[in-house]
């Protein structure tokens, strides 16, 4: 099941620095950022081998994260809170605010055959 993580930040009057050195349970392979996003949703799919944590570095969204079990929605609205997606997470981001910046860091490398779109189905 996907959980939050805070990642350590520190701050004094000259702003704040947020460390990811240590705070990303595993080794980071790739990165990518989502922004400039209208009233469309992403994501909608989940990994047969990819974790990834997600960071709101500006603005905010939603996560709607289904495992197997349990529908979750999950705000994403500051940059030292960290959500991770373990690969049975099916997710979908939406909800972002105009300024939003959505910085996502995976365990694996790009592969188009590691991603899994039929969503679970629908539980009680």
Known sequence: MAYIINIPTFSDERGNLTVLDEAIPFQIKR???????????RGGHRHHQTTQAAICIQGSCT???????????????EPKKCLILETKDWHIMTNFSPDAILLVLANTNFDANDYIFDPYPETA
Do not use: P, Q, R, W
């Not at 990165?31 to 949703?41: E, M, Q």
């Not at 289904?66 to 609205?77: C, N, R, S, V």
């Open 63 to 77: 996560i709607i994260n289904h495992d197997g079990k349990t529908l979750e929605h999950i705000e994403l609205d």
């Open 31 to 41: 990165l990518f950022y989502i922004y400039g996003v209208d009233n469309s949703a």
